[in-house]
């Protein structure tokens, strides 16, 4: 799963032809190093279908301000550049799969 920050955000997210999970998450959080792994393994099945990226909130504020992010893990789908669908916390991956595989 790749970081990106603010000046990648449009290219990856907003201009994007398949759907985009996006991870807004910060290293301090406990919840979402455990959601980590989780995020790893969707990035990797979901590969050519869609995109998995994880904005860390401290280094793109504006991001996490734009999106109205006030807790973390907070993650945001994107369909048609557009946020569509959210989870904010801690899930089991069946949850995160689900939303995903209703975007493709």
Known sequence: MKQIKSDMFKKEVLESTVPVLVDFSA???GPCQMMGPV??????????????FKVDIDESMDLANEYRIMSVPNMIFFKDGSPVDSIVGTVPATMVKGKLDELL
């Open 39 to 52: 995020l790893e393994e969707m990035s990797a099945e979901y590969e050519g279908k869609a995109k998995v």
């Open 27 to 29: 290293t301090w959080c």
